[in-house]
Each structure stands twice: as C-alpha cells, then as structure tokens.
C-alpha cells in the first residue's frame, strides 16, 4: 500500500496542483464536493482523465460518489482513474487499495529556483507562436497518434497564462526537440520536454529546457516546476542538473477489473 507522507508542505502543494491545472486545462472539469472530475475525450493523458480530491477531510459517501465517476467515465469510454496527492484523503486511499485497486504509475513534482540557474553557456532560442507547427512538432518527436491533434489544439488554446511553445529542427528533418513552458505569475510550469528517438545523447534536451527556463526567468518567472515519472531516470538526472528537487509526488490508482 501506497501512502503519502503526512508531512510536507500543503499550502505549497495546493498552489503547484492550482498552476498544474491551469497549465494543462481538461476540457471537461466539474466538482463532487472537492473532488475535480476532469475528462478530455480527444485525448488519453491521466492528467486529463482522472478524478483528483483536494480536501484531506472530503471522504464521506466515498463508494457512491466513485460509482458516479465510473459512470461519467464510462460515457467518455474510459476507465476510472484517481490521481492521488497529498491533499488526498488517507481513508479514501486505504479503501481503493483495499477494494482491489492498483497504482499504475507514480509521478514526481519537482521544482527549481531559476534565480539559481547559470545560464550563460547555454544558447538562447525563442518560443513560436505558431500552435499547428509547434504541434506538428511534438507529435512527430513523441511519434504519437495524429488524431489527437485537435485536442492537443484545444488543450494549448485554452491555457490561459503566457505560454512559450519551443520547437528544435532544421529544414527538411524531422523535428528534433519540443517544450512548453507556461509562466502562472512567478511559477514556471515545464511540460511535453522531448528529444527525438535518434537525437538523444548529444544534449539538445539540455538546450531546449535551458531555453524554456531562460524565457520564464526573463518574463518574471522566479520558480520552476514539472512533473516527470519515477521511472524516467533520464529525464530525472537531466533536471536535477537544472537544481531541481523533489517537492511530492502522486499516484494513478485504477481498478483492477479481474479482482
């Protein structure tokens, strides 16, 4: 069984889920008491598809209000996930895992202070403000599906806060690297960081974040967060390099429909 610590910084942690939100904006988002229903049929992120409690305390009625979910859930053909953070109530934790739900994955917050950061042996680029190119780019370096390229439009247009969309290629290549950066008042928000497949190793995911991070700082930005899974060991060792550490982490638990 899974469980996050009691300790820790919850008023930090409610502002990076606030700013997470906002920088990757569900198209469907309604409440259940605290809980955030967040659903997004053209595309499969967890983060977009996935039940997120945010009051410790908002546990009653729990079994009831999950079956609701699933139903919701089911409409939109997938099935029921709930992301668990610290905010999460420990009961309603303890029930999942005892109801046979498993942890699908665990993702680590993590945060820098930009003020910290040497920039100066790093080369400077600029964001594009072309969404369809930028997108075009980040499927193609994902090697993703490209029918959720409308929803990947709709995701970028509905964020709300200065958003810098940065790209690496040379004419006639494949796309070599991609990274949005989303500036929320002081907190810059890393997400979608890529290299190429047949790129990798020769420091262009390097470039590509310290571009991002020099944008933010430089727009007013005076902390870095991300979010980037327990397992991604490469990435992991690349932002630690930024002077980014660990502010928590959170887990997807999903019903095991065996048990």
């Given amino acids: 069984m899974l469980a996050n ?9 409610r502002r990076l889920e606030a700013v997470g939100f906002r920088a990757w904006p569900a198209a469907s988002v309604v409440y259940d008491g605290s809980w955030q229903v967040r659903l997004t049929g053209g ?8 039940v997120v409690p945010l009051d410790p305390s908002d546990y009653h009625d729990a079994n009831i209000r999950l079956e609701k979910a699933r139903k919701k859930f089911a ?8 992301r668990e953070t610290p905010l999460s109530p420990r009961p309603l934790i303890d029930r999942l895992d005892e109801n046979g739900w498993t942890c699908i994955e665990t993702v680590s917050v993590m945060t820098a202070d930009l003020a910290a950061i040497d920039f100066s042996e790093t080369l400077a680029h600029l964001p594009t403000h ?5 997108i075009d780019a980040s499927l193609a370096v994902h090697k993703a599906d490209p029918a ?8 970028l247009s509905a964020i709300k ?7 690496m ?17 002081d907190l810059a928000g890393i997400q979608d960081l890529a290299v190429a497949e047949e790129r990798r190793g020769q420091g262009l995911g390097t470039e590509i974040l310290a571009a991002a991070l020099r944008w933010a700082r430089i727009s007013g930005a005076r902390m870095a967060w991300l979010q980037v899974g327990e397992t991604n060991a490469a990435a992991i060792a690349l932002y630690r390099r930024f002077g980014f550490r660990e502010a928590y ?3 997807y638990w999903r019903k095991d429909e065996t048990a």
């Fill in 249 to 251: 982490q959170y887990h």
């Fill in 43 to 50: 595309h499969p992120s967890k983060r977009l598809n996935c």
């Fill in 169 to 185: 290629e040379n004419p006639g290549e494949r796309p070599a690297a991609v990274v949005i950066c989303v500036q929320d008042n």
């Fill in 5 to 13: 610590s009691p300790h820790g910084d919850l008023p930090m942690v």
């Fill in 161 to 167: 806060p200065a958003t810098g969309l940065f790209l």
């Fill in 148 to 155: 959720i390229k409308p929803a990947m439009a709709e995701i």
């Fill in 75 to 82: 409409h939109y053909g997938r099935q029921l996930v709930i």
């Fill in 130 to 134: 072309d969404i369809g190119r930028f």
